[in-house]
């Protein structure tokens, strides 16, 4: 075929360009269908190169030609080849591991002040409960929701409540119990605790407070009736991690909530962003947390019946989680 | 506070469809709308409900649960797989997941960098919170009970507006993660109409410069697309309205350039072609040299400058 050389400029600048665009549209494609870590280095290495000489081409293209269907077309390549050149190069299990090792404890640390704030709602909401129990026993029906009380109110006798605390027939165990439980309040209380607090803190806070007062006339009824040490076992053997994983998720929404109030230099938009980098975090913590309460509750509470052994599990537990946060990440000295 | 913030200079309103990528030549992506994403949502819960369905029975066909508690188990697993679904092929595959993939849509990082496993991690856990949480307060609405009724309304309300009251289309976790959702541009490479003009057409219609200086890129592009239309269908060309339509469009452009010499009727795509050639290369060269013509009103706004 003869060449015409009497072409114009922006012609000639793609004739000489055409046939890399090609092999970078090849490339590009098969990074997307394949994935980067199959391609041979050789591959790889034309997709880089190939990529920033294209956003060049791209460059030059709008600036010297008029051809609308070449700059759709080199438009549409470079975002293709820049989606594929900046794919995450992480491994689900890189991610995994990092989080565990590290970036988990580690952002427990840094918002150390937020999950405080956790556990203060949920301590001073135990706190009035139980001492609005002492006041005047008919707190109890106002803030205990019917359902979760199981039977065991101020009018139940201690005979059911000491045969509920040490129950020896379990009718559902092992997996069931596990799903049952896990879609039982608190996960739900610790969802809504973490999701509200984007919608400024009040919310978050103030369902934790509540599940604090639940807990409080709870024990209050409890000590009451001289069951304090045993309910207290009975509590601990998940309670521990439980309510620990409420107070986090409490933590971490109301993180989320503050941005939302407090934004300080930038946007709110900008401040939420930032603070939901260890908010997720912490969520995540939670949820972890939840998934072990399940399966000591569905698995441990029902074979382990003695007080002791409820309480000693129930704060190892809890002191590895505390070892986890506090040691975890950290350089070795 | 609030004096501070005033004092900075209010930044001009950038284009939601542009992306600038490291390398500082902004890109045109278009931001998805909420049809496709919706789609592709559809399509994710339903994949992983057939994940979670296919668990149970198997659970059920080997008599690990019981049938009072098969109702808890199942919305456990649907649980279980969803979220880790969309996190790890978001990561696996870049912004997509199974129903993105169909929809060909996905999720960009807004400032142009790679999505990190942290971004995805947060937008799909407060998806939770968005969607799934009153899509199953949606399902479970009680008569009874209006005040809750009408919480979760108010919910639901406010999850949809938000995306709809931003120009990137982000929900809420895309905010938090700085994402959003793109379509896919495909590139198809047209033949460049410049090239292949043979050269007894090209000295059979020849066009002065003065003639050039009439129309702009926006004529030009517009006569592209008429000259790209008759090379896709070349039966187009024996059609007696697009010959009508030709006809007068060569009136127009002799018209308006002032071209003397009557154009056969066989020749029409021929001279178009010609003059497509010419006045780009003049526009082109005119562009070169700094001055941009945007279209046939340019003379106008010089003058006004």
């Keep these: ?19 890399d665009w090609l092999r970078l549209e090849e490339l590009a494609t098969k990074a997307e269908t394949q994935g980067l870590r199959r391609m041979s280095f050789g ?85 009035a409960g139980y001492l609005l129990y002492f006041d005047d026993p008919s707190w109890f029906y106002v803030l205990m929701p019917g359902e979760l009380a199981g039977g065991r109110s101020p009018d139940a006798t201690t005979g059911y409540l000491r045969s509920v605390i040490y129950d020896d027939d379990p009718d ?40 604090g ?28 991690t439980e309510l620990s994983a409420i107070c986090i998720a409490c933590g971490g929404g109301i993180q989320l909530g503050a941005a939302v109030l407090f934004p300080g230099q930038s946007t709110r938009a900008e401040a939420l962003r930032i603070a939901g980098r260890d908010a997720a975090k912490l969520a995540i913590v939670a949820a972890l947390m939840l998934v072990a309460a399940a399966f000591i509750e569905g698995y441990g509470r029902q074979l382990i019946q003695d007080r002791n052994a409820r309480l000693i599990i129930g704060w190892t537990i809890g002191g590895l989680w505390l070892m986890w946060f506090v040691r975890g990440g950290r350089a070795q000295a | 506070m609030k004096r501070q913030r005033k004092a900075k200079a209010p930044a001009p309103a950038p284009d939601p ?72 092929t978001e990561l696996a595959w870049n912004g997509q997941t199974i129903g993105k993939r169909m929809m060909k849509i ?37 008569a009874a009970s209006p005040v809750a009724s009408l919480i979760s309304l108010g919910w639901i309300v406010g999850t949809i507006m938000v995306p709809l009251l931003n120009k990137r289309r982000q929900r809420l976790g895309d905010m938090i993660a700085g994402t959003y959702v793109i379509d896919l541009p495909t590139p198809i490479l047209l033949k460049d109409l410049a090239q292949s003009v043979p050269k007894p057409v090209k000295d059979k219609f020849v066009f002065l410069s003065h003639q050039l200086d009439h129309y702009g890129a926006l004529e030009l592009q517009t006569l592209e697309d008429l000259l790209r239309a008759q090379e896709n269908r070349p039966s187009m060309q024996t059609n007696a309205r697009n010959k009508a339509t030709l006809d007068s469009v060569i009136a127009k452009i002799r018209n308006k350039i002032g071209y003397a010499d009557k154009v056969a009727p066989a020749d029409s795509v021929a001279f178009l072609r010609a003059f497509y050639n010419a ?10 040299f700094g001055e941009r013509r945007q279209d046939k009103f340019h003379a106008d706004k010089a003058e006004k400058d």
């Excluded at chain 1, 400029?9 to 000489?16: C, D, G, L, P, T």
């Design chain 1, 213 to 240: 007062l639940i807990i409080g006339v709870f024990f209050a009824l409890h000590v009451d009736r001289g069951l304090g040490w045993d309910l207290f076992g009975w509590l601990s053997i998940h309670g521990v």
């Design chain 2, 17 to 88: 469809n542009v992306l600038l990528p490291p390398e500082g030549v902004p890109l045109h992506l278009a931001v998805s709308g909420m049809g496709a994403r919706f789609g592709a949502q559809i399509t994710d819960i339903l994949i992983t409900m057939i994940g979670a369905i296919a668990l149970v029975v198997l659970l059920a066909v080997m008599n690990l649960t019981s049938p009072q508690t098969l109702w808890a188990i199942s919305a456990l697993l649907f649980f279980i797989i969803r979220i880790p679904y969309y996190v790890l």
């Design chain 2, 106 to 142: 996905k999720v960009v990082s807004r400032d142009g960098l790679s999505l990190s496993a942290h971004a995805l991690v947060v937008r799909n856990l407060m998806k939770e919170a968005e969607i799934f949480l009153p899509g199953t307060l949606l399902l479970t609405l009680d």
């Design chain 2, 279 to 288: 006045q780009r290369a003049h526009l082109e060269q005119k562009q070169l």
């Design chain 1, 1 to 19: 075929m003869e060449e015409p050389t009497d072409l114009i400029r922006s012609a000639r600048f793609r004739k000489e360009r055409e046939a």
């Design chain 1, 172 to 211: 559902a165990s092992g997996l069931g119990a596990f799903a049952t439980y896990l879609f039982s309040h608190n996960t739900r209380i610790a969802i809504f605790v973490f999701g509200l607090g984007v919608f400024l803190c009040a919310p978050a806070i103030l369902l934790t407070f509540y599940n």
């Design chain 1, 43 to 127: 591959e790889a290495r034309d997709l880089a190169a190939l990529y920033r000489e294209a956003t060049t081409s791209l460059a030059i293209a709008r600036e010297i030609s008029l051809d609308k269907g070449l700059l759709s077309y080199l438009e549409a390549l470079t975002a293709r080849a820049y989606l594929s050149v900046y794919a995450p190069q992480e491994s689900a299990r890189g991610v995994i591991g990092r989080f565990m090792r590290k970036s988990g404890p580690i952002a427990m640390r840094k918002s150390w002040f937020f999950v405080l704030l956790g556990f203060l709602s949920m301590g001073l909401g135990g706190l």
